[in-house]
T-cell receptor, first 112, second 113 residues
Framework: GENVEQHPSTLSVQEGDSAVIKCTYS??????FPWYKQELGKRPQLIID?????GEKKDQRIAVTLNKTAKHFSLHITETQPEDSAVYFCAASRSSGDKLTFGTGTRLAVRP | NAGVTQTPKFQVLKTGQSMTLQCAQDMNHNSMYWYRQDPGMGLRLIYYSASEGTTDKGEVPNGYNVSRLNKREFSLRLESAAPSQTSVYFCASSEFAADTEAFFGQGTRLTVV
């Protein structure tokens, strides 16, 4: 089955700096890669996703890049703000697949 | 719309007791999932139901059973709770398959003593 590895497990940045979280996956058939944000005590919520037919996708301060050859994808957050502090999960699945496999999460702390 | 609703929010069980976690969605989604979240382990899939009438094991199914009661409801049962099942449980649903956005419930914090 799919195995998703996520690094780093914790990340601390100064407000205004950029943050990068990296994930690798094992199943070459995976082609859907979402990112979820979970604030303390809350439920995970989708913030951005990318499919294998594109290499990069942006949404305001958030971007995701995908390298299918190397089987890795990354989340980039620019101009970080305190409200970006949360746990971020990457995930992977096949198109029309039944299972979404999550990484182990990255706890991001943005220092004011 | 309420989205995905789980009950209860908190529960304490004694070892060996049984309980059922309830989950309902009002988005007419076909697929429903149960995850557990443990520190440093991320979200691990327990069971899923790709469509009404079907259920399948995920990554960590031992000690659990599920029922897809109808399109809206997907319950998770612990027949004989063990301390290793202390965790936060999330129900989720998605419109069609795992490559569509998953909407999560608010979670159930379960402690087994």
């Amino acid at each position: 089955g799919e195995n998703v590895e996520q690094h780093p497990s914790t990340l601390s940045v100064q407000e205004g700096d950029s943050a990068v979280i990296k994930c690798t996956y094992s199943d070459s058939a995976s082609n859907y890669f979402p990112w979820y944000k979970q604030e303390l005590g809350k439920r995970p919520q989708l913030i951005i996703d990318i499919r294998s037919n594109v290499g990069e996708k942006k949404d305001q301060r958030i971007a995701v890049t995908l390298n299918k050859t190397a089987k890795h994808f990354s989340l980039h957050i620019t101009e970080t703000q305190p409200e970006d502090s949360a746990v971020y999960f990457c995930a992977a699945s096949r198109s029309s697949g039944d299972k979404l496999t999550f990484g182990t999460g990255t706890r991001l702390a943005v220092r004011p | 719309n309420a989205g995905v609703t789980q009950t209860p929010k908190f529960q304490v069980l004694k070892t060996g007791q049984s309980m059922t976690l309830q989950c309902a969605q009002d988005m007419n989604h076909n697929s429903m999932y149960w995850y557990r979240q443990d520190p440093g382990m991320g979200l691990r899939l327990i069971y899923y139901s790709a469509s009404e009438g079907t259920t399948d094991k995920g990554e960590v199914p031992n000690g659990y059973n599920v029922s897809r009661l109808n399109k809206r409801e997907f319950s998770l049962r612990l027949e004989s709770a063990a301390p290793s099942q202390t965790s936060v449980y999330f129900c989720a649903s998605s419109e069609f398959a795992a490559d569509t956005e998953a909407f999560f419930g608010q979670g159930t914090r379960l402690t087994v003593v």
